[in-house]
Nanobody, 116 residues
Framework: VQLQASGGGLVQAGGSLRLSCAVS????????MGWYHQAPGKERESVVL???????AYGDSVKARFTISRDNAKRTVDLQMSSLKPEDTGVYYC???????????WGQGTQVTVSS
């Protein structure tokens, strides 16, 4: 299973960015896909996860600002980020976890920089 993320970049505070991730390879159902964020000098942490039944779990810091969506047929997961803050700066990683096999897969990361 491979994940390819795209869509990062430089944006001013208050702006928006959309990240996309495409999954190739076999991943069974049930599964969960989502995004992690690693700020400079900090540990990687969960931003939002979405199960293939539609259940979502947002981190407190991004609720009402970020929206996750996924297309199970296309095996893509997107993250619409709005009202971006400088503390949102960092590398964003998409993940996919096969809940049947417990396999956990990471994308290569995409850099998001929010200037103040």
């Amino acid at each position: 299973v491979q994940l390819q993320a795209s869509g990062g970049g430089l944006v001013q505070a208050g702006g928006s960015l959309r990240l996309s991730c495409a999954v190739s390879g076999n991943i069974s159902s049930p599964n969960v896909m989502g995004w992690y964020h690693q700020a400079p000098g900090k540990e990687r942490e969960s931003v939002v996860l979405m199960f293939d039944d539609g259940t979502k779990a947002y981190g407190d810091s991004v609720k009402a600002r970020f929206t996750i969506s996924r297309d199970n047929a296309k095996r893509t997961v997107d993250l619409q980020m709005s009202s971006l803050k400088p503390e949102d700066t960092g590398v964003y990683y998409c993940i996919a976890r096969d809940l049947k096999t417990t396999g956990l897969y990471w994308g290569q990361g995409t850099q998001v920089t929010v200037s103040s």
